[in-house]
């Protein structure tokens, strides 16, 4: 995929990248106290600031006010996440199921927890964990997007965009899910099955060294076979022991395909590509390019929208985009 280049990040997004992680405002709104020191960063600062010491609780009307000032984040250094993530990950179940809490924000709550274990296990030599852990998330995305009223726009606006490969599977599977239902795919086990197609779908990743992945620079042509491998080595990785059907191993294999044949790994044309594959690449694509890259700042919304709309026919299905379209239209 490629998309029209934004500025170039600077130096200092890239120290906060690498210093912080961020959490949603409103995971407070369901742990007052997280045990860690929180920051927060306008826009015209250049690094987190400290907001409240680890000893202080946070109310939902310092949320609000945050809110109001445009702050999306929290900032945790990357010293104490582990600790904010043990404190997560201990009380997930009852929190996912709190429904005083919209489910999106439960959603939120969901992708801090996976944060690490995901990204952990990513990097396993063998992929099992990865399935294992990836099969229980999809099971709660299917449980918490299965009887609320779920905002797709909101949904974009609690998710982080921050483009580490935990972040890109979880904020796929929640898309994914949400136009597995706006297409008509709205029984309980489609929607699962594509909630972990979708988490999986980069697996093959794995094998793509680092320093190619997050490159800043242009890739060499040896640099890009290795990225147009990730399909097939994924599908390769999960095709014997994972227990997939064959519409999840195909939205693994197939998510670079494009309508006129000019995807790959094999280069299928229109029908030739399995319906999970072409519904995973619209938001797949969507992701990717409202996420931040190395090279590259995110796209605002109504930009990323009108590239999928340019992009439809040729590129991406234009049923599933038209619908992706509407749905995050929808207010
Ligand atoms: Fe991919
Ligand atoms: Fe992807």
Redesign the pocket.
């Known amino acids: 995929m490629t998309a029209t280049a934004a500025a170039p990040r600077n130096d200092h997004d890239e120290r906060v990248r690498r210093d912080y992680r961020c959490v949603p405002l409103d995971i407070v709104r369901l742990y007052h106290d997280l045990g860690v020191c929180l920051y927060t960063k306008a826009e015209d600062q250049d690094f987190p600031r400290l907001y409240r010491s680890s000893r202080i609780a946070i109310t939902d009307d310092d949320v609000n006010e945050l809110r109001r000032r445009g702050h999306r984040w929290f900032y945790v250094p990357v010293s104490e996440y582990a600790a904010l993530d043990q404190e997560v990950k201990r009380t997930l179940r009852d929190k996912l199921c709190d429904q005083s809490v919209a489910p999106e924000e439960r959603f939120a709550v969901l992708q801090t927890a996976a944060a690490v274990e995901l990204d952990s296990a990513f990097h396993m030599i063998k992929c099992e964990r990865f399935v294992d852990l990836s099969r229980s998330i999809a099971k709660d995305i299917n449980a918490l997007f299965g009887d609320d009223a779920i905002a797709p726009r909101r949904l974009f606006d609690l998710v982080q965009h921050d483009f580490y490969t935990f972040t ?1 599977a979880t904020n ?1 599977a929640g898309f994914a899910t949400l136009l597995a239902d706006g297409v008509g795919l709205s029984d309980s086990a489609s929607r699962e099955q594509i909630a972990l197609g979708a988490l999986l ?2 697996i093959g990743k794995r094998f793509i060294p680092a320093r190619v992945l997050n490159k800043s620079g242009k890739l060499s042509d040896e640099e890009w076979g290795q990225i147009r491998m990730h399909p097939q080595r994924g599908y390769e990785d999960l095709c014997e022991g994972a227990g997939l059907s064959e519409g999840q191993l195909m939205m693994v294999y197939s ?1 670079h395909e494009r309508i006129d044949g000019q995807g790959y790994p094999v280069g299928m044309v229109g029908d030739e590509i399995h319906p999970w594959a072409k519904l995973l690449a619209v938001v ?1 694509v969507f ?2 390019i409202t996420g931040a890259r190395p090279y590259r700042a995110p796209m605002k919304i109504g930009q990323a929208l009108a590239f999928l709309e340019r992009n439809a026919g040729a590129h991406l299905d234009p049923d599933m985009v038209q619908c992706w379209i509407a749905l995050m239209n929808k207010t």
């Open positions: 890109h796929v779908h980069d998510h797949d992701d990717a």
